[in-house]
């Protein structure tokens, strides 16, 4: 079985802070790990993923994140927030073997001007 | 990057009544696509998956005869939700899968469904 927890509901951040965005996981084998960004009635858009190779995977918009084996973790980062970063990110895994994207239950991000 | 479209972006339709969301991929060719369903402020919650060519899988709990995918083509899948009630009022997301790059999933703009 595979999961994602996402254990914030909402960030709020300051612009010009950096912002962390949690996700954990667990699947059986190694995991294909992604982030979507969700603005609102959109559709969602790719930021990043990691597949194998650095830990530190760079996406779109200057977001990164960085993949912990030992933590079971994937957390967003961008160095500094902009108030257009505020939107609905959602985290999601792909296990060994399974054929389909499992998504967290999301984080909203509101940066404060 | 690959793009996915819907159409229509949003409906409204009479309860009974049947709709049909199309799904394209515009520039890449989906061997695979899923459609998911969003509810206000929670996550996408997977429906079913269609092959080219083949039936769709369905998730648990999601009524096959109620919500009809036909993957036609490479580029095309269709969900028709039938003689639609209130409840079926949703935020309906479609995903393509690119041919060859495994696993990774684009996205539709989303159809927004509100029946009377």
């Known amino acids: 079985a595979q999961s994602v927890a996402q254990p914030e509901d909402q960030v709020n951040v300051a612009e010009g802070n950096p912002l962390t965005v949690k996700c954990t996981y667990s699947?059986?084998?190694?995991?294909?790990l992604f982030w979507y960004v969700q603005y609102p009635n959109r559709g969602l858009q790719f930021l990043l993923k990691?597949?194998?190779?650095?830990?530190l995977v760079k996406g779109s918009y200057g977001f990164e994140a960085e993949f912990n084996k030992s933590q079971t973790s994937f957390h967003l980062k961008k160095p500094s927030a902009l108030v257009s970063d505020s939107a609905l990110y959602f985290c999601?895994?792909?296990?060994?073997?399974?054929?389909?994207?499992?998504f967290g239950t999301g984080t909203r991000l509101t940066v404060i001007p | 990057g690959a793009v996915v479209s819907q159409h229509p972006s949003w409906v409204i339709c009479k309860s009974g009544t049947s709709v049909k969301i199309e799904c394209r991929s515009l520039?890449?060719?989906?061997?695979?696509m899923f459609w998911y369903r969003q509810f206000p402020k929670q996550s996408l919650m997977l429906m079913a998956t269609?092959?080219?060519?083949?039936?769709?899988?369905?998730e648990q709990g999601v009524e096959k005869d109620k919500f009809l995918i036909n993957h036609a083509s490479l580029t095309l899948s269709t969900l028709t939700v039938t003689s639609a009630h209130p409840e079926d009022s949703s935020f309906y997301i479609c995903?393509?899968?690119?041919?060859?790059?495994?696993?990774?999933?684009?996205f539709g703009p989303g159809t927004r469904l509100t029946v009377l």
């Open positions: 269609s092959n080219e060519g083949s039936k769709a899988t369905y």
């Open positions: 990691y597949i194998t190779g650095d830990n």
């Open positions: 520039d890449f060719q989906a061997t695979t």
């Open positions: 999601a895994v792909i296990g060994a073997g399974a054929n389909n994207l499992f």
């Open positions: 995903s393509a899968r690119l041919r060859g790059l495994y696993n990774e999933q684009f």
């Open positions: 699947v059986s084998g190694n995991p294909y």
